[in-house]
């Protein structure tokens, strides 16, 4: 696993010491940010959800956004994307919260210009998703969530104030975007 655009283009990521991740491949991660930079999305401020090694808000960072908060629950997966961060040389831009989505929410200053949400199971997560982007971290016609699902689910047609508007599949990764 690698960051493949940007200021950090080339640079090996560690990923979690566990079967539980599963990292974003390359090539869902390239499509998800053609599709972002075609959209005109901004990458301001950017909130990576079920966070795993880190990739897609260091692919992010690498691609021009000023910071970075990552939740995940896993300890050993938050010391891989410290030290991801470390070897990126984005530490200073980026915040680890080391607990589960609903509990980090509360902690998290908004408004996100990009979330990324790459959860174990998309359809156990909606609902979290759901009153997240009905909070002020996400503001509808700003913010840009990007949902990471299998190809064999469906995502909703809606998360809060916000409208699924592109669906990306490849092979057995779907992502949904929503504007």
């Known amino acids: 696993m690698r960051v493949i655009a940007g200021r950090a283009k080339g640079r090996r990521l560690a990923g979690p010491p566990s079967r539980a991740t599963r990292p974003t491949s390359d090539l869902v991660r390239g499509a998800i940010f053609s599709a ?3 959209m005109g999305a ?11 090694s880190g990739a897609l808000g260091i692919e992010a960072l690498s691609r021009g956004a000023r910071w970075c908060d990552f939740v995940e629950k896993n300890g050993r997966a938050c010391a891989s994307i410290r030290e991801n961060l470390a070897k990126t040389g984005f530490d200073e831009q980026a915040r680890v919260h080391c607990a589960p989505v609903e509990r980090a929410a509360s902690r998290l200053e908004g ?7 790459d959860p174990p199971y998309a359809q156990a997560a909606t609902e979290a998703l759901e009153r997240l982007a009905e909070t002020g971290l996400v503001e509808a016609g700003t913010t840009v969530l990007v949902l990471e699902h299998s190809s064999r689910e469906d995502a909703p047609e809606g998360l809060g104030g916000l409208s699924q508007v592109k669906t990306l599949k490849h092979g057995d990764s779907a992502v949904s975007i929503y504007r």
């Open 36 to 38: 972002l930079e075609a």
């Open 42 to 52: 901004e990458l301001t401020r950017v909130l990576d959800l079920y966070a795993g």
């Open 111 to 117: 408004p996100y210009t990009l979330v990324l949400s």
